[in-house]
Structure formats: structure tokens, C-alpha cells
């Protein structure tokens, strides 16, 4: 389900959102030049603003099925060794300066504890990612905050994005994060608490120009470029040169 007034998208599953906000994204976002950051000198299709929420995020598979010869952006596998080796894990490769695990390993015991000790009754179950230094970093991270709350008998989670990487990204971002909630609820003992939503928001959701052949097998509707934007990028290229 999308409401294409407030850029709020809703389904069942991880892949039934990930299509929806990319027709979302498709119909409704606004083209530039990334000329800073990531992926500088590709296009970016972006909205503004965006809410997910997923309803049943635990149903497998996590990864999204893309019919061949297409793609998928991720897999069972890959999205169980980005949960792993990247959210759950604070041990830095020689070029790594940070993984997410280095900030959510040393806080996730915190978190379980607060949601044991007050029965799931609290508002403070919320992990930082970054600090006051990452935005001195050549890339800082792009997820910052990571929440759980307990609502009507199951355990939520909210993330935000400040960036995100809507093709390739989401779908194994999201089914990593997926299986944190899931490590979390099986570490609270005695509150009877089933799987909740899993909800995510943005203000940097994106598809960057690599892809667009692949969105367009994939949607009905396909992406147009703001000509404007496509004569900007030939003159940064020069730029580049």
C-alpha cells in the first residue's frame, strides 16, 4: 500500500515494501548530481521524505525474488553474514573505520536490559550509531538510530537513514536489522512478546543511475530524468576529467 500524498508505504513483507517504495521513488523523486559524498558524478532519484512500514518483517525469505535474468540485490546468505559479520560484530577490518556493529555491540546489552527491567515499559531502548566525530569521516554512516519499543505485546523496531541506498541497499539492510530484533526478543526473558513491526524512515532514500535499467525491468512505470540534470552531469564530468 502506498499514500503517494505522504510518502508513506506499508506491506507485509520486506520485498512487498522494497517494491513499493521503489515505484514510490520512481514516480515522485527528485533528481541531482551527487557531486559530494558517495557515488559522486551518478545521478540520484530521491525523495524527500519516506516512511516503511513492514508488518510482518520475520516472514522468509528476507531477500527479495527477482524473476530471472534479473538480479537480485541480495540473498539468505548475504543478509545472514551482514547480520553477522557487520551489525554484531565491533572488529575492524585494516581499511574499516567503523561497522555498525561497532556501535551496536557495545549497546545492545543495555538496550535488552532496559526492556527486561521495566517489562518492556520504556522509551529508552534506543542505540546510536555515529557520535560527534562521524561527521568528520569520508563517509559517516548512513544509519543513526536504531529503537525499540514494546506496543500492544510485541517488540518494534524503528531506524532512520540519513542516506540509503534504495536497490541494493534496503533489502539487505533491512533483513539484517530484522534479525537484531529477532536476537533481542530471544534474549528478554518472561514477557511473552511475539515479533512487531519493523519501521524505517529517510530523507536520502535513493536510486542511483547504475540501476535504473534494472528499476525499469522492474515497475511498470519508468524513471525520467529532469533534463536539466542530465546536461549537469555532462558538464561535472568535464569537471572530473
Known amino acids: 500500500m502506498i499514500d503517494f500524498k505522504t510518502n508513506y508505504v506499508e506491506g507485509n513483507r520486506i ?3 522494497w517494491r513499493e517504495v521503489m515505484w514510490l521513488c520512481v514516480m515522485q523523486g527528485y533528481d541531482f548530481v551527487v557531486k559530494g559524498g558517495s557515488y559522486v558524478g551518478q545521478i540520484r532519484k530521491q525523495l524527500p521524505y519516506v516512511v516503511l512500514k513492514i508488518k ?21 546468505e548475504k543478509i545472514e553474514k551482514y547480520f553477522l559479520g557487520y551489525l554484531m560484530e565491533d572488529k575492524l577490518e585494516k581499511n574499516e573505520q567503523y ?18 527491567s521495566s517489562n518492556g515499559n520504556t522509551n529508552q531502548a534506543c542505540i ?9 569521516l569520508p563517509d559517516p554512516p548512513c544509519l543513526r538510530v536504531i ?35 529477532e536476537y533481542v526478543l530471544a534474549h528478554l526473558d518472561g514477557l511473552n512478546l511475539v515479533d512487531g513491526d519493523l519501521i524505517a524512515y ?40
Not at 56 to 76: F, G, M, N, Y
Not at 227 to 234: F, G, I, M, Q, S
Request: glycine residues 6%.
Open 147 to 181: 529503537d525499540f519499543k514494546v506496543v500492544n505485546g510485541k517488540l518494534n523496531m524503528a531506524v532512520f537513514f540519513r542516506s540509503w541506498d534504495l536497490f541494493a541497499g534496503l533489502p539487505e539492510n533491512l533483513g539484517g536489522l530484522q534479525m537484531v530484533k
Open 56 to 76: 510482518e518483517p520475520a516472514k522468509r525469505p528476507l531477500a527479495p525474488i527477482v524473476p530471472p535474468p534479473w538480479p537480485s540485490p541480495t540473498s539468505e
Open 15 to 17: 520485498d512487498d515494501v
Open 202 to 241: 529517510s530523507d536520502g532514500l535513493h536510486i542511483y543511475d547504475q540501476y535504473f535499467e534494472l528499476v525499469n525491468a522492474l515497475n511498470v512505470d519508468k524513471v525520467v530524468v529532469d533534463e536539466n540534470v542530465l546536461l549537469d552531469k555532462a558538464s561535472f564530468a568535464k569537471t572530473l576529467e
Open 99 to 116: 561497522t555498525y556493529g561497532s556501535y551496536i555491540k557495545p549497546q545492545l546489552p543495555r538496550v535488552i536490559d532496559l526492556l527486561q
Open 128 to 136: 546510536s550509531v555515529g557520535d560527534k566525530e562521524s561527521i568528520f
